[in-house]
């Protein structure tokens, strides 16, 4: 347990080190931390590190429209929208009223929300409602695709991911590791059951080529998962 601590508290200093380096001081980025702690939202959001690793992502593959399924604060949202031109749009799917409210002061402190700039659009509602109605809008598709919400869905999550992709849209999926625990396929952590559900599906995907990245970091151990639609 001892071990454990310190390589948390190692992660945590190497992020810092890192991050003090290679991330520069945004009030705005701060701005949206911090009301989302004032308001009692859980501190789930990417780290910085990784909220730029999304940005760049994004800029790779120069994304004009992005999908975001769990948007929470805001805060990765803000990472992802400012990747895209003027006339890109990011659509970010949450459930919670309360995290959607948080996340319409941070956005329009941004100036990614509002009148006269709709770069972001937030949809509120559970994910397996507002997915299937991009599709019915014919909503999409989009070049980027950052599955954050609730981990029991990301199997669904996916399906929909792929009906609203093209070949080459680039899909991410976060907390894919869980401290190890995906391992453990007697699990009845719903959690875990469904990131397992997630890499089956993704086995049986025949359109889809995929990798997976262990990380650590101030959010201990987990990783991301990276597609691409073939
Ligand atoms: C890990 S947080 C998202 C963090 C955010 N992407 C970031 O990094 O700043 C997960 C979010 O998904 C939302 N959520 C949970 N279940 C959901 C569902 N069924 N549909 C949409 N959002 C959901 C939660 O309310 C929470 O705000």
Do not use: C
């Not at 347990?1 to 190692?10: F, H, V, Y």
């Not at 869905?153 to 996916?158: D, F, K, R, S, T």
């Not at 007697?186 to 359109?207: L, Y």
């Amino acid at each position: 347990m001892g071990q454990a601590n310190d390589s948390e508290a190692m992660w945590t200093a190497v992020d810092a080190y890192l991050a003090g380096h290679l991330i520069a001081k945004d009030e705005v980025l701060e701005a949206a931390l911090a009301e989302s702690e004032a308001a009692g939202l859980p501190p789930i959001q990417v780290t910085a590190l990784q909220g730029k690793m999304l940005q760049m992502f994004a800029r790779m593959v120069s994304a004009r429209r992005i999908l975001e399924v769990g948007t929470l604060g805001g805060y990765s949202t803000i990472w992802l929208a400012r990747a895209l031109p003027q006339n890109g749009r990011l659509v970010t799917l949450e459930a919670a009223a309360k995290h959607a409210a948080v996340a319409r002061k941070n956005l329009e402190r941004a100036g990614l929300l509002g009148s006269g700039n709709a770069r972001v659009e937030l949809r509120e509602g559970p994910a397996l409602e507002t997915l299937p109605k991009l599709v019915a809008e014919g909503v999409g598709p989009f070049d980027m695709i950052f599955l954050d919400a609730d981990k029991e869905h990301n199997a669904e999550y996916l399906q929909w991911a792929v009906r609203l992709s093209r070949v080459g849209t680039v899909i991410v999926t976060d907390n894919v590791v869980r401290e190890g625990a995906v391992l453990d396929g007697s699990s009845d952590d719903a959690m875990v059951k469904g990131t397992r559900r997630f890499f089956e599906a993704v086995a049986a995907e025949p359109h889809v080529s995929a990798t997976a990245i262990q990380t650590v970091s101030g959010k201990k151990y987990d990783g991301f998962a990276l597609l691409m639609v073939e």
